[in-house]
């Protein structure tokens, strides 16, 4: 009896004189502890009472403290150097932790616990002999706040579970569960993110060497999480991408439940999460709309399981989508609908299928768009979207898909050229390998009616414009559009007014009014130049042949018109435009190889031209 009051009245004296928490700190390397008003009465069994603990190392700071609990402290593992609890119970505790971020900026590293960046070693200090591994096991307490990295919990939380590390060598989860009840989730100190109704974590990390734990910690780490709560403000989202830096409200209800094991998403997943009004600002631009994000996978069968298991479905739904800039409404959407399929590689998930629907985009007053976002070669005006709809699917090594769109008062200016057009574009059959690789296109088709062309001397108000293009081929990369063509129209005028012919001589204007022209052709768009070569454009009254180049220089242009036995010739250079009537082949050729010259290439489709 003697020795247990002897035991209760050293070890409480070593708690209140500091004595303990020096000996730990000297001992560990790593451990602070101010015991407060602690005491023990048993040999390991300490009560504790307004204690102080931190556990700082180079890669992370870690703060508790602990207004009244118990803890179980191993002692015969302290005789082997090594800090190992049995159990930590207790009420109300708080526990702050700041990982070592080198490159954070100033914004993020505001919204870090304030505590001290995690202690680095100087440059020629030696290192430690040894520092003393820390096992905490048994934990089962509440705790009234989490400060986390940036994120912050105040509220009814239980944390049971426990950890091993080993400073500098490795370190380790127990099965750890984090239960959160009706609290509120900062971003830094004050700006709310969440209100939580419920949230459950589940995880374990494996023993894994501190070396490695940065880039090795997807791979094995396990987790779960359930979450039922309401979003209170997307304002935090700037902090962690400025590209996000302005999005504003998003209050809305979520929930969430998902699981990971090594890297993988297991036991399925679902997402929900709508808000009526989400904002947005950018350069200078103001936009707002409501938003919907739906995410489902089921959990694989046993087949599924082997091969990657389940897609996860999502789809993200927008509606009264606006954009205005100095009050003036520059867009308006009713809907967009994006459906995807996604693999289950987790964090990180790719595409199978994409299914994206717009309805009713109204576009107005475009001219009033910023400069940064105008784009430098052609002035948009406005428009209406009625509808559009595009599909892509992984098959077969390659996403395949096709898309439609139809428009209608769709305009823009063109140099000294205003253009307003109704219509529709249809993309057929697309295969794109991936990244690194052209997209190809079946077929792609333009059908406008009507087109509108207005220059100064020319002012063509109702035209129709039939254009397909096939085996089309798409270099993203080289930024380059190669397609063999054929387009139908009601006239030839338009054509010649848009390669700088805007007047005709004396009869030849209702020599090129021809009904029904078709044209067959190649054309290779590139931003170094954009060719055009007509292997034969017929009606029923004439026949046309010819190239057309443009580059930043100027434009080229050889062209001849047969309606036997009339003819005429068009050739177009950056300084001049020359009309010869009653042209013919050999004129044609001399034009083209004039061209070559002029043009200094060999021009690889002008043999099909002669």
Excluded: C
């Excluded at 750890?176 to 374990?204: P, S």
């Excluded at 107005?364 to 910023?370: F, G, R, S, V």
């Excluded at 991936?434 to 220059?455: E, F, I, T, W």
């Amino acid at each position: 009896m003697a020795i247990l009051v002897l035991h209760a009245v050293l070890v409480t004296l070593l708690l209140w004189t500091g004595g303990l928490g020096w000996f730990l700190e000297r001992s560990t390397g790593v451990v602070k502890v101010a015991a407060g008003r602690s005491f023990s009465l048993w040999p390991g069994v300490v009560h504790l009472r307004q204690l102080h603990l931190e556990v700082s190392d180079s890669n992370v700071h870690l703060s508790l403290d602990v207004p009244s609990g118990r803890a179980n402290i191993a002692l015969a593992e302290l005789l082997r150097r090594r800090f190992v609890t049995r159990s930590v119970t207790g009420e109300q505790f708080v526990l702050r932790l700041r990982p070592r971020f080198s490159r954070l900026a100033e914004e993020r590293r505001a919204a870090l616990p304030p505590l001290s960046d995690p202690k680095r070693p100087a440059p020629h200090e030696p290192e430690p002999e040894y520092l003393w591994p820390i096992r905490i096991a048994g934990l089962a307490a509440s705790f009234q706040e989490l400060w986390v990295s940036e994120l912050r919990y105040l509220g009814d939380a239980l944390v049971q579970g426990g950890f091993h590390l080993a400073p500098q060598q490795h370190v380790s989860i127990d099965p750890t569960r984090i239960a959160l009840q009706g609290g509120t989730l900062y971003y830094g100190d004050e700006q709310r993110v969440l209100d939580v109704q419920r949230f459950a974590l589940d995880a374990t990390l494996p023993q894994t060497r501190v070396q490695e734990l940065k880039h090795a910690w997807r791979e094995q780490l396990t987790v779960r999480v359930e979450l039922t709560g309401r979003v209170l403000d997307l304002g935090f989202a700037g902090s962690l991408r400025p590209e996000l830096g302005t999005l504003s409200g998003g209050e809305g209800d979520v929930r969430l439940r998902a699981a990971a094991e090594h890297g993988q998403g297991v036991d399925g997943v679902e997402l929900e999460y709508a808000a009526d009004h989400v904002g947005y600002e950018l350069a200078g631009l103001q936009g707002s709309a409501s938003v919907a994000v739906a995410a489902h996978s089921p959990r694989p069968a046993p087949g599924e399981a082997a091969a990657g298991g389940a897609l996860m479905a999502a789809e993200l739904t927008s509606s009264k989508l606006s954009v205005v800039r100095e009050q003036s409404q520059l867009a308006a959407l009713d809907e967009a609908r994006l459906a995807v399929r996604l693999t289950r590689h987790f964090p990180f998930a790719l595409p199978r299928s994409l299914d994206l629907t717009v309805r009713e985009l109204r576009l107005t007053d475009l001219q009033q768009l910023p400069g940064a976002l105008s784009p430098s070669s052609w002035s948009p005006r406005g428009g209406r979207v009625p509808q559009a709809h595009a599909e892509l699917d992984w098959r077969e090594g390659a996403y395949k898909g096709e898309a439609e769109l139809t428009f209608a008062d769709l305009s823009f200016g063109l140099g000294e050229w205003s253009v307003r057009q109704s219509g529709r574009l249809e993309l057929e059959e697309l295969r794109w390998p991936g990244p690194g690789y052209k997209v190809r296109l079946s077929a792609l088709s333009l059908d406008l009616d009507p087109l509108s062309l207005h220059d100064p001397s020319t002012k063509i108000d109702s035209w129709r414009l039939k254009l397909r293009l096939e085996d089309v081929a798409v270099a993203p990369i080289e930024r380059r559009v190669e397609a063999s063509f054929s387009a139908r129209g009601d006239d030839a005028r338009p054509v010649l007014s848009l390669l700088g012919v805007p007047t005709l001589p004396p009869g030849a204007a209702d020599f090129l009014a021809m009904p029904d022209l078709q044209v067959l052709g190649h054309v290779a768009l590139s931003t170094a130049q954009q060719e055009l070569l007509i292997d034969r454009a017929a009606s029923n009254t004439m026949d046309v042949k010819g190239r057309f180049v443009s580059r930043q220089a100027g434009q080229h242009a050889a062209l001849l018109f047969q309606a036997m036995p009339l003819s005429l010739g068009v050739a177009v250079t950056p300084a001049d435009t020359k009309v010869k009537l009653f042209a013919g082949e050999s004129w044609l050729d001399q034009q083209l190889r004039t061209m070559d010259a002029a043009l200094n290439d060999s021009a690889p489709w002008a043999a099909s031209v002669r």
